[in-house]
């Protein structure tokens, strides 16, 4: 029987409404602590709302403080070769934040749809909200090591497959939950050879030399902007230090040396603080 590595685990989420609560007792029922459920803001609702009573419309914000927020309900035409542009308004809705009243600016035949509305989507989280939560409990319970920049893709170490077990439960737990739609991850384990080894060292080679490039990048801006402080330079000196921490992190995550990559980080420091000194220089020209 071969034996594996560790996983590589993504997930699919297309779902527009998952309930809060239900994600809350989904990590519960797991046994998953300390991780946090963000709450869903007044005006992800409203508009979710909005958008289903009146697919027609197009939405646009009024206003939105620490009060209220005010979206208007509009119809526009435009015309490029014309230079041409010409709007109408329907109505105006406004959600009070503190007390969830909605109040129009003229009369509508949406008043009572919209309540009903707000009421199935009340506290319902996008799909982006349920991936960070994913993306934590793998973070945070097993040693996951990211494979893309934009996130969405971890691999787990072996030593920590229970957790997976534990994060598709999750996931099964929220779709039964839902009207439409999917929550799903997806898991393709690692067959424990040195090829595997080197393959998933070098997806995390890729991830690790695009945080360092757009370290170098943001630092290098940084210089040549003559309104920019020196403290923006150092911090991207702290970003390339955690990245030496975490390579730590990966070795003992792969049970391999990183050495090629720890030295690339190491010249990144290097490089980050030759700009900070000059970025001091041109600051203080004495």
């Given at each position: 029987?071969?034996?594996?590595?560790?996983?590589?685990v993504?997930?699919?989420?297309?779902?527009?409404?998952?309930?809060?609560g239900?994600?809350?007792?989904a990590?519960?029922?797991?046994?998953?602590?300390?991780?946090?459920v963000?709450?869903?803001?007044?005006?992800?609702?409203?508009?979710?709302?909005i958008?289903?009573?009146?697919?027609?419309?197009?939405?646009?914000?009024?206003?939105?403080?620490?009060?209220?927020?005010?979206?208007?309900?509009?119809?526009?035409?435009?015309?490029?070769?014309?230079?041409?542009?010409?709007?109408?308004?329907?109505?105006?809705?406004?959600?009070?934040?503190?007390?969830?009243?909605?109040?129009f600016?003229?009369?509508?035949?949406?008043?009572?749809?919209?309540?009903?509305?707000?009421?199935?989507?009340?506290?319902?989280?996008?799909?982006?909200?349920?991936?960070?939560?994913?993306?934590?409990?793998?973070?945070?319970?097993?040693?996951?090591?990211?494979?893309?920049?934009t996130?969405?893709?971890y691999?787990?170490?072996?030593?920590?497959?229970?957790?997976?077990?534990?994060?598709?439960?999750?996931?099964?737990?929220?779709?039964?939950?839902?009207?439409?739609?999917?929550?799903?991850?997806?898991?393709?384990?690692?067959?424990?050879?040195?090829?595997a080894?080197?393959?998933?060292?070098?997806l995390?080679?890729?991830?690790?030399?695009?945080?360092?490039?757009n370290?170098?990048?943001?630092?290098?801006?940084?210089?040549?902007?003559?309104?920019?402080?020196?403290?923006?330079?150092?911090?991207r000196?702290?970003?390339v230090?955690?990245?030496?921490?975490?390579?730590?992190?990966?070795?003992q995550?792969?049970?391999?040396?990183?050495?090629?990559?720890?030295?690339?980080?190491?010249?990144?420091?290097?490089?980050?603080?030759?700009?900070?000194?000059?970025?001091?220089?041109?600051?203080?020209?004495?």
């Amino acid at each position: 029987m071969s034996m594996t590595c560790g996983t590589i685990v993504t997930w699919t989420i297309n779902n527009l409404f998952i309930n809060r609560g239900a994600v809350v007792n989904a990590l519960t029922a797991a046994g998953i602590a300390n991780i946090a459920v963000p709450s869903v803001e007044p005006r992800t609702y409203l508009r979710r709302a909005i958008k289903e009573c009146d697919q027609s419309g197009l939405i646009r914000v009024l206003s939105d403080d620490a009060k209220e927020i005010c979206y208007a309900i509009v119809d526009e035409e435009t015309d490029g070769e014309a230079k041409r542009w010409e709007g109408r308004m329907r109505t105006a809705i406004t959600m009070d934040k503190t007390t969830g009243e909605i109040t129009f600016t003229r009369n509508s035949s949406l008043q009572q749809q919209l309540q009903e509305a707000i009421g199935r989507n009340l506290d319902g989280m996008l799909p982006r909200d349920i991936g960070s939560v994913f993306k934590n409990i793998l973070t945070k319970h097993a040693n996951a090591i990211p494979l893309r920049e934009t996130g969405g893709v971890y691999f787990v170490p072996e030593t920590h497959r229970h957790v997976i077990d534990q994060l598709d439960t999750i996931a099964q737990a929220i779709a039964k939950t839902i009207r439409v739609g999917k929550v799903r991850v997806n898991r393709f384990e690692i067959v424990a050879t040195n090829r595997a080894a080197d393959d998933v060292s070098s997806l995390l080679d890729s991830f690790v030399t695009t945080k360092i490039e757009n370290y170098l990048k943001r630092a290098e801006e940084a210089l040549a902007d003559d309104k920019a402080r020196v403290t923006t330079i150092e911090k991207r000196q702290k970003d390339v230090m955690a990245l030496i921490k975490d390579s730590k992190a990966y070795e003992q995550a792969l049970g391999v040396q990183l050495s090629a990559l720890k030295a690339k980080i190491k010249a990144a420091r290097l490089k980050v603080i030759k700009l900070a000194t000059q970025k001091l220089a041109m600051a203080d020209p004495s």
